[in-house]
């Protein structure tokens, strides 16, 4: 049985670990891959169709906890304990509830102190008792619902039978109803950057560089969380070396070298090309959802791979989300009420991690070709239980395209011409 600190409007947790409110969802599932002993029955909750319409969810079924994600930033919003018989629960050290103690009205007030009466739901008869951060459950029959006017201690139960607690959950404010995702913990950060946006640099329908917002954990002891956040821009282009892009990143979480090209053979010049005896490499920065393919014999940047995270995925919970922003560009159509003189005129579009590609797809009006279709499997593993993803060219990008019409990833190219008058070397 679980032995947890009650930490209201931050954690539950021990010695070892602990969930965090607004720690990221990759994190959350590290610390379950690492306490695989301790912790199992680990069921993850998710909408396939509408995946930003419901929260995303970690159940922990044996230990009665229920940990929910903010479905568009991916971070612990509440802590929820659903079942309190299955674990021990202390706060400043003493406990509240264990196998011998149980957690009654009396129990919690001893142990919390006094709060504001709680709220009295008729449909599922129950009490909340609300502090800061934190709130507790408690099953009432209706008909002591009238005598509840000097508060939950007023009650008078049958034979001293005093309820219990059912729920208990942790969130970050006054209200679990309003409650919203804290911002990324200090705790968090792990001496990593962290995106808080990234801008795809475009001109004339072609990708010229990316804009990188970051975050990272400032210099100095603040006493406030906040003070030592640190936020600062970097931008990158195609053909900068691994020097360039490392002094701007920092190094890459890890790196991985192509063994092959599956996508050779759509090139026009499939046939000649011969198998290397190099390979291209990514630098992979999964704090930021991204990659970079370097090239194996320039060393410099080839493309950049932008990841949405989104469950379903067979890449799901490799990255954090890569919060993108890309301006499409396209030439009105003449049936859009253009004149002669406005025929040039072009409208914009911006793409982003939450962008449909139905949006996307009715923007460029144009009839697209057909997609290719991508099925990743593993090597030691053959079956993809999430199915196929489409590949759609646009431009200088390719976009991959979830069965629900989600954006997977958005790989950035230089076309080849444009390569060679950048640097010959690129050739």
């Known amino acids: 049985m679980l032995d947890l600190d009650v930490v209201p409007e931050r954690s539950l947790g021990n010695e070892q670990w602990e969930f965090i409110l607004g720690q990221p969802f990759f994190q959350t599932v590290n610390i379950l891959k690492h306490q695989d002993r301790v912790i199992k029955g680990v069921q993850v909750w998710y909408s396939e ?3 930003l319409q419901m929260d995303l969810v970690i159940n922990l079924s044996q230990d009665g906890i229920r ?3 903010d479905s568009t930033w991916q971070r612990l919003k509440v802590i929820e304990v659903y079942n309190v018989t299955k674990v021990k629960l202390k706060y400043c050290g003493v406990h509240f509830n264990t196998p011998h103690v149980q957690p009654t009205i009396a129990q919690i007030d001893q142990s919390f102190g006094a709060t504001h009466p709680g709220v009295y739901d008729s449909e599922r008869q129950v009490f909340v008792l ?3 951060g934190l ?12 005598r509840y006017a000097h508060g939950l201690g007023s009650l008078q139960f049958p034979n001293g039978a005093s309820p219990t607690v059912t729920k208990m959950c942790i969130y970050s404010g006054n209200s679990l109803t ?15 950057c962290h995106l808080e946006c990234l801008e795809v640099l475009r001109e004339n329908s072609v990708t010229q560089g990316i804009q990188f917002h970051l975050l990272t954990e400032g210099a100095g002891q603040g006493k406030l969380s906040e003070l030592r956040r640190k936020t600062f821009e970097r931008r990158l282009r195609f053909g900068d070396s691994c020097e360039d892009v490392t002094s701007a990143l920092g190094c890459p979480s890890k790196i991985f070298y192509k063994a092959e090209d599956k996508m050779r053979i759509h090139s026009s010049e499939a046939h000649k090309m011969v198998r290397s005896r190099s390979s291209d490499y990514y630098f992979n920065y999964f704090t930021l959802g991204m990659d970079i393919l370097f090239d ?10 932008l990841h949405t995270n989104y469950p379903g995925h067979y890449n799901f919970n490799l990255y954090c989300r890569c919060e993108f922003k890309i301006p499409l560009t396209v030439e009105k159509a003449p049936g859009d009420g253009a004149t002669l003189i406005q025929l040039s005129e072009y409208e ?7 962008t449909k590609w139905k949006e996307v797809e009715k923007f460029l009006v144009k009839p697209l070709v057909k997609p290719v279709v991508l099925n990743r499997a593993s090597t030691t593993n053959t079956k993809n239980p999430f199915g ?13 395209v979830m069965q629900n019409s989600h954006i997977a990833s958005v790989t950035l190219y230089q076309p080849a011409a444009a390569a060679q008058t950048r640097d010959p070397l690129m050739s």
């Open 49 to 51: 169709q509408n995946p």
């Open 67 to 69: 940990l929910i994600f």
């Open 130 to 132: 609300n502090f800061r």
């Open 135 to 146: 709130s507790f459950t408690f099953p009432i029959e209706s008909k002591l619902e009238p």
């Open 178 to 192: 309003d409650t919203r995702c804290p911002l990324l913990p200090i705790q968090c950060f792990y001496g990593s």
């Open 296 to 305: 194996a014999y320039t060393h410099r940047v080839k493309k950049f791979v």
């Open 348 to 354: 914009e579009m911006a793409v982003t991690a939450y």
């Open 388 to 400: 196929s993803t489409f590949c759609y060219s646009v431009q200088d990008m390719i976009f991959e």
